[in-house]
C-alpha cells in the first residue's frame, strides 16, 4: 500500500530556531514531491515541488531534500518566526496506479513561539 | 490569473438533503481533483477529471457521490442524502497538461451536515 507518513504529528520550538520536519512514503517509484502549509480553516499553500530526478529544492528559508533510495523528505526551515506557525503537510505522486492523484501525510503542526 | 476558485465557502445541509460543491479551475488548466479532509485527518484523494470525462474515481465511496467537469462552466462534486459522517472539508485542484506540474489548491468548502 502506498502511504506517506509524518513525524512528528505536532512540533513546538522558539521564535529563531532551525527545524526540520520529516516525510516518509513507502514507495520509490516517485513522478516529485511536494511540500504544502495549511492555516487552520484556510486551503493549502504549495511551499516546494522537487521532482523524481532532483535532490533539493529552496525557497527563501525553506529548503527540501529527497532521498527516494531511502523514501525520505526533509524541510529545513531556517531562523523559524511565529508566522511560521500552520500544518505543513507533505504529498507524494506515486508513479504506479493513476499518476495524477496525490498520496498526503497527515501533517505536521508547528507552533513557534515568540 | 485568478486561482482555483471554490464555491460555496460553507455550506449547512441537514441529514437527507442534497449538496453541490463547485470548482472552476484556474485559467489554462484542464485537469480537476477532489480531495476529501475528515476532522482531525489528513487529504483523501476523490477523484480525478478532465473535461468532460471523469478519469479516475477510486477515491470516491461508490454510492451517494458523483463529480462532473462539463465541456462549459465548473466541476460539481454532488453528494446526494447527506449524512453526518459527510460532514468535511471539500478541497479542489487543478494543474495544467502535465504530470510534473504542481497541483494548485482552492480554498475548500467546508460542509457541515446537521
Known amino acids: 500500500k502506498q502511504e506517506v507518513t509524518q513525524i512528528p504529528a505536532a512540533l513546538s520550538v522558539p521564535e529563531g530556531e532551525n527545524l526540520v520536519l520529516n516525510c516518509s512514503f513507502t514507495d520509490s517509484a516517485i513522478y516529485n514531491l511536494q511540500w504544502f502549509r495549511q492555516d487552520p480553516g484556510k486551503g493549502l499553500t504549495s511551499l516546494l515541488l522537487i521532482q523524481s530526478s532532483q535532490r533539493e529544492q529552496t525557497s527563501g528559508r525553506l529548503n527540501a531534500s529527497l532521498d527516494k533510495s531511502s523514501g525520505r523528505s526533509t524541510l529545513y526551515i531556517a531562523a523559524s518566526q511565529p508566522g511560521d506557525s500552520a500544518t505543513y503537510l507533505c504529498a507524494v505522486r506515486y508513479s504506479s496506479g493513476s499518476a495524477r492523484q496525490l498520496t498526503f501525510g497527515s501533517g505536521t503542526q508547528l507552533t513557534v513561539l515568540p | 490569473n485568478a486561482g482555483v476558485m471554490q464555491n460555496p465557502r460553507h455550506l449547512v445541509r441537514r441529514r437527507g438533503q442534497e449538496a453541490r460543491l463547485r470548482c472552476s479551475p484556474m485559467k489554462g488548466h484542464s485537469h480537476v481533483y477532489w480531495y476529501r479532509q475528515l476532522p482531525e485527518e489528513g487529504l483523501k484523494f476523490m477523484v480525478y477529471?478532465?473535461?468532460?470525462?471523469?478519469?479516475?474515481e477510486s477515491g470516491m465511496p461508490k454510492e451517494r457521490f458523483s463529480a462532473e467537469f462539463p465541456k462549459e462552466g465548473p466541476s460539481i462534486l454532488r453528494i446526494q442524502q447527506v449524512v453526518r459522517g459527510d460532514s468535511a472539508a471539500y478541497f479542489c485542484?487543478?494543474?495544467?497538461?502535465?504530470?510534473?506540474?504542481?497541483?494548485?489548491f482552492g480554498p475548500g468548502t467546508r460542509l457541515l451536515v446537521l
Open positions: 485542484a487543478s494543474s495544467p497538461q502535465s504530470i510534473q506540474e504542481t497541483q494548485y
Open positions: 477529471l478532465q473535461k468532460e470525462n471523469i478519469i479516475d
